[in-house]
């Protein structure tokens, strides 16, 4: 991306006076981009938001909007605008009122704001909606009401801080696709902010994994899927089997077999490795592939433990040796018909199944993890 | 069903001293001034059951009008000086850290536990020409003579405020306490100055304290009788201050249509508060 970022965070740092919430955090956002903050509460991604907002002020480093400093300017003089998680609307004014107030504070002429607000009406689909109060609106119409006021503004950047947490599954991915929509109809950046990882699949067009304040990886939704950088992003995306373990042979083309509990593994890594390093290694269970004849790679035998049909897909429990076994994924399409018990030959395509650093990281603790 | 029955029956009997207690000592004495209020003074026991209504055509006197209207405006003063001390007051004290404002509360509420009467007499003794104030003046060399603060109207307002803006300030704690910071956010987000943001978004939806601690500061004030007895002397003679001379000279009957007048001004502003929007519970809070 060669363009000139519209957002850029530089250093930004943040210490409520019980440790540091944000280290040091740079971070180039570019125009047109639906970008996410994804991580676990209490990572310091409503922090981050926060601070581009300028309803905090940071410890340390300087927010740019097109390369303007905006560090010291308050929240009132910033062109952007949020969308607040508990929605924040203005429970004493309607829902024209609402969405009028910041044309109305800057002095918009009143014709041009009622225009202007059943334009943004419109653009969340409610319109007729005028003189409801927020009291009278489901969750879903005050989640649109709150997006209308702050659009309404035609901000440069729209900050979005887990605007569907409150909401149900059913209407979360309805509006998981309304938002997609609008962003692409408004054209304007969005940051958006959430700890439900499939919702930043889903959404993003970049994601930026945060953990306890500092950045872990950045990537399209495909790279850190299928390619974690660490333990950490590899544990929070997806579900993974992260089989932690030792490099015990190490080719100069990139083969390796990594020693986990007692059970050589075979992997590709794109980088230099040695002897003896720590590895995980990250394989969706979608990956699997298991069967009675020792074909495609399948080199490793294992003993079927537990099947579970769920919707569409089967879920089984693998175990290669008493310690180790592995979660598999199979379409309903291709069932098996494996008694529990049965010996099958397990095996995986190395490409598919990326190498991170092992870490102390303490899998129980981080969040989608199997 | 039947259970339920006994329930009912059950919780009655717990309601009943509260019935009991309210019909003995707020309806019948109610009726009791209201009776007495259309009776003329006798000589013997102080009524007789002539029954007239001259009382309240007296209330047209000039004299009394004019008590009424001192009190009234002492009344609206008072609770404007509530408002414009006690409403920052109690909004800066939600704001505060929890055990900051909880010192502040203890505070606020421990002259409560001290009888109003006494803690006005501390007053006398402070405004006294040669009490502490005027001798704390004269010693810095502010001025040169004692101070005649005692025995004057502004030192009845001095009371007035002073025993009343507790009331002012707790229901506005309260509510600012209970105000959800993230619309104020909302506002300075949209473009709004924190001025605009405090008077468009705060006051508003705080606005239910504030009128019930004007109620809450307003009502008592018209009633206050000792307060400009022993902090304005005889100068100052407002409603209370004149029912309870009428009581002294042994005219009931007039004092009760002065009382039932003051009654239904009281009433008037209650029924002006719940027109407004106010809630009864509201003004239950402290």
């Not at chain 1, 910033?78 to 800057?106: C, D, E």
Request: aromatic letters at 8%; proline letters at 5%; a positive charge.
């Amino acid at each position: 991306m060669s363009e000139e970022p519209i957002l850029r965070l530089e250093g930004l740092s943040k210490d409520y006076g019980q440790g540091m919430v944000l280290h040091s955090l740079d971070l180039d956002i570019y125009p047109g981009e639906f970008l996410t903050l994804l991580g676990p509460s209490g990572c310091g991604k409503t922090t981050t938001l926060r601070l581009i907002a300028g309803l905090e002020q940071p410890t340390s480093g300087r927010v740019f909007l097109e390369g303007v400093d905006m560090t010291d300017r308050p929240p009132e003089k910033r062109p952007v605008n949020t969308v607040f998680q508990s929605y924040a609307l203005f429970p004493h004014m309607n829902v024209f009122q609402n969405i009028a107030y910041g044309l109305k504070t800057a002095g918009v002429k009143k014709a041009e704001q009622k225009q202007r607000v059943e334009e943004a009406l419109a653009l969340v689909r409610l319109s007729g909606y005028e003189k409801r109060m927020p009291s009278q609106l489901s969750g879903g119409q005050r989640q649109r009401v709150a997006i209308a006021r702050a659009v309404v503004l035609k901000p440069k950047v729209l900050l979005l801080d887990e605007p569907l947490g409150a909401l149900d599954l059913k209407l979360r991915q309805e509006m998981q696709a309304e938002l997609k929509r609008l962003q692409q109809q408004l054209k304007i950046t969005f940051v958006y902010i959430t700890h439900d990882q499939e919702e930043a699949l889903n959404m993003s067009s970049r994601i930026i994994i945060i953990r306890e304040g500092r950045i872990e990886q950045i990537g399209t939704p495909e790279e850190v899927y299928e390619h974690p950088k660490t333990l950490f992003a590899a544990s929070f995306i997806g579900q993974s089997n992260l089989l932690r373990g030792t490099v015990s042979r190490y080719e100069e083309n990139g083969e390796l077999t990594l020693n986990v509990m007692g059970v050589s593994l075979p992997a590709l890594s794109d980088e230099p490795r040695q002897k003896g390093e720590r590895l995980a290694l990250c394989l969706r269970p979608q990956r699997v592939r298991y069967g009675s004849e020792p074909q495609h790679g399948m080199n490793l035998q294992g003993i079927i433990r537990e099947k579970t049909y769920s919707g569409g897909m089967q879920h089984t429990l693998i175990g290669l040796n008493d310690k180790l076994t592995l979660n598999a994924i199979t379409q309903a399409s291709e069932l098996d018909s494996f008694p529990l018990g049965s010996m099958v030959y397990v095996g995986w395509s190395k490409q598919h199944a990326p190498l991170v650093p092992d870490s102390e990281l303490n899998l129980d603790q981080a969040e989608g993890v199997l | 069903m039947k259970a339920n029955q006994q329930d009912r029956r059950f919780s009655l009997l717990l309601k009943l001293p509260m019935y009991l207690w309210t019909i003995m000592f707020v309806f019948v004495a109610l009726l009791y001034i209201i009776g007495l209020s259309f009776l003329s003074r006798g000589e013997r026991i102080g009524i007789t059951n002539e029954v007239t209504v001259s009382n309240y055509a007296r209330l047209a006197d000039p004299q009394y009008l004019q008590v009424m209207l001192n009190s009234l405006k002492l009344s609206v003063l008072t609770t404007l000086i509530c408002i414009v001390i006690g409403y920052p007051f109690g909004y800066l004290m939600a704001r505060l850290k929890p055990t900051v404002r909880s010192i502040i509360m203890l505070l606020l509420i421990v002259p409560f536990w001290t009888n109003s009467l006494i803690r006005i007499y501390g007053w006398r003794i402070l405004l006294m020409g040669n009490g502490p104030l005027n001798t704390f003046l004269l010693n810095l060399g502010i001025i040169s003579s004692p101070l005649k603060l005692l025995n004057t109207d502004g030192a009845v307002f001095l009371g007035m405020v002073y025993a009343l803006i507790p009331f002012m300030i707790l229901p506005t704690f309260t509510t600012v306490d209970k105000l959800d910071f993230s619309v104020v956010e909302a506002a300075r987000d949209l473009g709004a100055s924190p001025l605009r943001a405090f008077f468009t978004i705060t006051v508003p939806l705080t606005m239910a304290g504030l009128m019930a601690g004007c109620v809450l500061v307003f009502i008592p004030s018209m009633g206050l009788f000792f307060l400009s007895d022993l902090l304005g002397g005889s100068k100052s003679v407002l409603a209370g201050n004149l029912i309870q001379n009428l009581i002294k000279s042994r005219d009931l009957p007039m004092a009760s249509a002065l009382s039932v007048l003051l009654l239904a001004v009281t009433g008037g502003v209650i029924a002006l508060y719940r027109k407004a929007g106010g809630s009864a519970g509201e003004l239950g809070l402290f």
